[in-house]
T-cell receptor
């Protein structure tokens, strides 16, 4: 199994509080991604990173920010959590991201976040 | 825009039945296509892939063929087992797109003895 951990695995918080989720990898992969999983939507990309300090927005980035100061860590921050951000959050990594050659994404175990 | 549509679930089958989960896509350019599987309480795992038209991906008895003419990538298995019960996601990436995955909504499969 790819070495990806997410912390915390479960979190309950209140509306308006800041929340940071952490993704840590031991594979030295260049690309990292944050997705959220919601019923009826599958997984949707929030933000992604293509190198240290290089990040970009995904499909559903509003209300989220990210940071990547080291290859192994990718942080997702909800500055002021809302109930609509209640979801399961998955981190993924990939060795390479471009061209027609396929590179598998490996997924972490997920973080279940509940915003009351 | 780019999107993936897969059949709604849940799909309920008896053990040893034939499985088909339909997946169609809309994409600009030439996507690569994937099936991921999510077992209860776990993250996603790649099940199979196809990177160009007419390619057939296969793994663990599952197969899917990249059909460009019908923009489809249907998942099939000849004889399902209880252990195949999971949620299955069809997904695509576009070349030059940082390998970002676009997922379908997922199809839950329940296999009964």
């Amino acid at each position: 199994d790819a070495g990806i951990t997410q912390s915390p695995r479960h979190k309950v918080t209140e509306t308006g509080t800041p929340v940071t989720l952490r993704c840590h990898q031991t594979e030295n992969h260049r690309y990292m991604y944050w997705y959220r999983q919601d019923p009826g939507h599958g997984l949707r990309l929030i933000h992604y990173s293509y190198g240290v300090k290089d990040t970009d927005k995904g499909e559903v980035s509003d209300g989220y920010s990210v940071s990547r100061s080291k290859t192994e860590d990718f942080l997702l921050t909800l500055e002021s959590a809302t109930s609509s951000q209640t979801s399961v959050y998955f981190c993924a990594i990939s060795e390479s991201g471009g061209g027609r050659s396929y590179n598998e994404q490996f997924f972490g175990p997920g973080t279940r976040l509940t915003v009351l | 825009g780019n999107s993936v549509t897969q059949m709604e679930g849940p799909v309920t089958l008896s053990e040893e039945a034939f499985l088909t989960i339909n997946c169609t896509y809309t994409a600009t350019g030439y996507p690569s296509l994937f099936w991921y599987v999510q077992y209860p309480g776990e993250g996603l795992q790649l099940l199979l892939k196809a990177t160009k038209a007419d390619d057939k991906g296969s793994n663990k008895g599952f197969e899917a063929t990249y059909r460009k003419e019908t923009t489809s990538f249907h998942l099939e298995k000849g004889s399902v087992q209880v252990s195949d019960s999971a949620v299955y996601f069809c997904a695509l990436t576009l070349s030059g797109g940082y390998n970002k995955l676009i997922f379908g909504a997922g199809t839950r499969l329940a296999v009964h003895p």
